[in-house]
């Protein structure tokens, strides 16, 4: 990982929020993770979300400031409250959330500055928990129409989806990505056998919906990148780490993968892109909450003492 600051613009939808941990309270929310990692990387990401006019939306901003976030697009609610998780971790550092309805986020709205921003920009990244709420979902469609290179996160948090509802997000998708449960999931509503293998249902599932790209991570099992216009199928094994917490891997993975998958200057090998996707998750993984502080240095030295194991 080297310190670069590239040409490339991306969005991030969603839900932004402290998650309540046992040790304290972090700031979260899949989008906003997605987008700190990016702006870490180089690629300039800005996050279209919603936050109170109270003290947790007021913190809120102030440590995204701290945090080089971009807040062009950050919107304020005087109504509904900023967003906040209670987050249980089990002895199996397993997570579980209990996710307060309604908040800020879920009345996203939608302006001019909000549909240039994704115009211009060269990705646009949204996950499924961000549309269970009508406002911030009829927001999302008129922005899906207006960007050029389109991520789905599939992020399945009862009771906040519906089967219709995934299935017309991942139609809008060039690239979608599930962990191992949600491809089940899918799978299971496209009526496949169980028994099928997960190869199988990856390739049903990006037929059915005709998405170009698609990857299905396995925790410590890695991920495997599908792609329909590159003709393969790429494994990449999660490095072994001590795992702290699992909030927000599946995220910094997603950016990494990103950070290199949308570079217009070269063209990357798969297995490059998914290594140091894995990378960047195996640091976050050992680390405390989705959003750790980290630079090449960092990251380089991790790589290196991985590699002595």
Same mark, same amino acid.
């Given at each position: 990982?080297?310190?670069?600051?590239?040409?490339?613009?991306?969005?991030?939808?969603?839900?932004?929020?402290?998650?309540?941990?046992?040790?304290?309270?972090?700031?979260?929310?899949?989008?906003?993770?997605?987008? #700190?990692?990016?702006?870490?990387?180089?690629?300039?990401?800005?996050?279209?979300?919603?936050?109170? $006019?109270?003290?947790?939306? *007021?913190?809120?901003? !102030?440590?995204?400031?701290?945090? $080089?976030?971009?807040?062009?697009?950050?919107?304020?609610?005087?109504?509904?409250?900023?967003? %906040?998780?209670?987050?249980?971790?089990?002895?199996?550092?397993?997570?579980?959330?209990?996710?307060?309805?309604?908040?800020?986020?879920?009345?996203?709205?939608?302006?001019?500055?909000?549909? *240039? %921003?994704?115009?211009?920009?060269?990705?646009?990244?949204?996950?499924?928990?961000?549309?269970?709420?009508?406002?911030? #979902?009829?927001?999302? /469609?008129?922005?899906?129409?207006?960007?050029?290179?389109?991520?789905?996160?599939?992020?399945?948090?009862?009771?906040?989806?519906?089967?219709?509802?995934?299935?017309?997000?991942?139609?809008?998708?060039?690239?979608? /990505?599930?962990?191992?449960?949600?491809?089940?999931?899918?799978?299971?509503?496209?009526?496949?056998?169980?028994?099928?293998?997960?190869?199988?249902? !990856?390739? &049903?599932?990006?037929?059915?919906? &005709?998405?170009?790209?698609?990857?299905?991570?396995?925790?410590?099992?890695?991920?495997?990148?599908?792609?329909?216009?590159?003709?393969? !199928?790429?494994?990449?094994?999660?490095?072994?780490?001590?795992?702290?917490?699992?909030?927000?891997?599946?995220?910094?993975?997603?950016?990494?993968?990103? $950070?290199?998958?949308?570079?217009?200057?070269?063209?990357?090998?798969?297995?490059?892109?998914?290594?140091?996707?894995?990378?960047?998750?195996?640091?976050?993984? *050992?680390?405390?909450?989705?959003?750790?502080?980290?630079?090449?240095?960092?990251?380089?030295?991790?790589?290196?003492?991985?590699?002595?194991?």
């Amino acid at each position: 990982m080297k310190n670069e600051v590239l040409n490339i613009k991306g969005v991030c939808f969603g839900e932004i929020l402290w998650d309540n941990l046992p040790t304290g309270r972090k700031l979260g929310g899949a989008p906003l993770n997605v987008a #700190y990692h990016l702006n870490k990387l180089g690629i300039y990401t800005d996050v279209l979300t919603r936050v109170g $006019s109270d003290a947790n939306g *007021q913190e809120i901003v !102030s440590l995204c400031r701290e945090l $080089s976030i971009p807040l062009t697009l950050f919107q304020e609610d005087h109504i509904l409250p900023t967003s %906040t998780v209670e987050v249980h971790i089990d002895d199996k550092k397993d997570v579980r959330y209990e996710i307060v309805y309604p908040v800020a986020w879920d009345h996203i709205t939608l302006g001019e500055l909000e549909l *240039q %921003t994704v115009r211009e920009a060269d990705f646009f990244v949204f996950g499924s928990l961000s549309t269970r709420n009508d406002v911030s #979902y009829q927001t999302l /469609k008129g922005l899906v129409k207006q960007a050029k290179y389109k991520i789905l996160d599939v992020n399945l948090r009862a009771p906040f989806y519906t089967k219709e509802r995934i299935f017309e997000l991942i139609g809008y998708a060039d690239l979608v /990505k599930m962990n191992e449960e949600e491809l089940g999931f899918v799978s299971a509503w496209l009526g496949l056998p169980p028994d099928m293998s997960d190869q199988s249902k !990856s390739e &049903a599932v990006m037929k059915h919906f &005709a998405v170009p790209e698609l990857i299905v991570t396995y925790g410590a099992a890695g991920a495997i990148y599908h792609s329909t216009t590159g003709h393969f !199928s790429h494994h990449y094994p999660a490095l072994k780490v001590e795992v702290k917490d699992t909030i927000g891997s599946g995220d910094s993975f997603l950016a990494a993968f990103l $950070s290199l998958r949308c570079r217009n200057d070269k063209n990357i090998p798969a297995e490059e892109i998914l290594e140091f996707a894995a990378t960047l998750s195996g640091y976050v993984t *050992q680390s405390s909450g989705a959003c750790p502080n980290y630079d090449a240095t960092a990251i380089n030295r991790f790589v290196w003492l991985n590699e002595l194991q």
